[in-house]
């Protein structure tokens, strides 16, 4: 293996040659196919070459030794595009660097790229081929890598070394400082109000925050953007009002909606009793903005109690006024409501097995 310094961006022609430092050229002893060869670039270093640009291709051409068979470059035709394979963007028309009468496709399905090094004609110019033909793989590592701009910023290959591009926010030689806090935005369901002494979010900036009725501030009520451009806290958050959770009542159901928490501001409750039984209290209940329930909790409440007597008059006896059941013990048996006394049982149990006697025949 070879291992020379490269330039990508020359300054008028001045060539840097100084060993092991910038961008660096590697090439295989063996032949391979051409995925072979990439991923023998990939593998050990960069990738296969991406030539930026006539000087490159000079360089390439002059430290690169001739072989009976040529190089492989990072050029591949993807959907009928000539593709740079590292950045799959197309080759444009300004860098192509065909040797002469080439593309030609002779093969057809020359798909892939070569460079011919050293060759007595059309030296250093590119030729297509058929990807499966075996080759040398000619690689570079670049100085950049994912972490080398602290993940702030572009990094791109330079004299001898590279340069950041930083994100915006950022600054320094590898985007290592923040330059402004991050923006804040308002909380769901609250307000938040800031001062901005000189830049918007940047030094001394500082943000109130508050929350609508039914909120509650979960967090601090003032954010200050220090000199090292973080937030003195983390952004607060509104969250809704708890009320008490709710069961369903003895002999009862409830189907609440919760539009924001369980059991929270706005949330509503509705209530039912079971067949049989009787809401005593309001059917809805609404949690309020300040936590606490609208009304109280309603309860199921059995109906009147019937009890069978068979005492002096032999038959039923019930106390309940005006009901179906007091007018079936009237029509069934003869017993006047009046008669009727309340001591246990259920009403509907009375009234089915009331209903299976047969009215009295002498009635009317
Ligand atoms: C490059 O990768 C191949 C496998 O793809 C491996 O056999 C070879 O040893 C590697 N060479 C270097 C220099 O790391
Ligand atoms: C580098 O970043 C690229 C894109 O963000 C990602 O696909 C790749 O896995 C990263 N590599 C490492 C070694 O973290
Ligand atoms: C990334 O590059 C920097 C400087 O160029 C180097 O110090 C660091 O070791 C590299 N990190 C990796 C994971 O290659
Ligand atoms: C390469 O560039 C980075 C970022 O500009 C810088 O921090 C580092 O010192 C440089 N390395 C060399 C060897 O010049
Ligand atoms: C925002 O805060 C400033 C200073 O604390 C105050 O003067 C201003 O009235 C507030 N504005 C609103 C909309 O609350
Ligand atoms: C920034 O705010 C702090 C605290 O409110 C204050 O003491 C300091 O003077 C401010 N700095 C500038 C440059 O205004
Ligand atoms: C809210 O209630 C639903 C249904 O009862 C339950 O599945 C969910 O875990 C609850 N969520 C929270 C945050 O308690
Ligand atoms: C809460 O409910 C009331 C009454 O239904 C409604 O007017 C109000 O807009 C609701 N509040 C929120 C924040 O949705």
Redesign the pocket.
């Known amino acids: 293996f070879v291992c020379y310094s490269y330039t990508v961006f020359l300054l008028s022609g001045l060539a840097l040659l100084g060993c092991c430092?910038g961008w660096k050229y590697f090439y295989s002893e063996d032949t391979m196919d051409y995925d072979h060869a990439r991923k023998w670039c990939t593998e050990n270093y960069t990738d296969l070459v991406a030539i930026q640009n006539q000087e490159e291709i000079e360089y390439l051409n002059k430290v690169i030794p001739r072989m009976k068979v040529y190089y492989w470059i990072g050029l591949r035709k993807i959907d009928g595009i000539w593709t740079w394979v590292g950045t799959k963007k197309p080759l444009v028309k300004e860098a192509e660097n065909w040797a002469s009468r080439e593309p030609n496709n002779q093969k057809l399905g020359e798909d892939c790229v070569e460079i011919y090094i050293k060759r007595n004609t059309d030296q250093g110019k590119w030729n297509d081929e058929l990807c499966t033909i075996k080759k040398h793989a000619l690689c570079y590592q670049a100085d950049c890598n994912n972490s080398s701009c602290s993940g702030n910023g572009v990094c791109e290959e330079k004299i001898n070394?590279?340069?950041?591009r930083c994100h915006e926010g950022f600054f320094g030689?590898?985007c290592q400082y923040k330059s402004a806090c991050s923006i804040l935005h308002t909380p769901a369901n609250g307000r938040m109000n800031c001062t901005h002494p000189f830049r918007n979010f940047n030094y001394n900036s500082s943000c109130e925050f508050d929350c609508n009725k039914g909120f509650i501030r979960k967090g601090v009520g003032t954010l200050r953007c220090t000199e090292f451009r973080e937030w003195s806290a983390l952004q607060p958050v509104c969250q809704a009002s708890e009320c008490n959770i709710l069961h369903a009542p003895a002999y009862g159901s409830m189907n609440c909606f919760h539009p924001f928490k369980n059991f929270s501001y706005n949330s509503s409750c509705d209530f039912d009793c079971n067949k049989g039984f009787i809401r005593k209290g309001v059917g809805t209940l609404r949690c309020t903005e300040s936590g606490k329930w609208s009304d109280l909790l309603p309860k199921c409440q059995g109906r009147t109690n019937f009890y069978f007597f068979t005492g002096k008059t032999d038959h039923v006896k019930v106390i309940l006024v005006t009901d179906y059941v007091s007018w079936l013990a009237w029509e069934r048996l003869g017993i006047l409501p009046e008669e009727l006394e309340e001591v246990a049982g259920e009403r509907e149990v009375w009234a089915s097995l009331l209903k299976l006697l047969p009215p009295r025949p002498d009635l009317g």
């Open positions: 430092e070394n590279y340069t950041c030689p590898i």
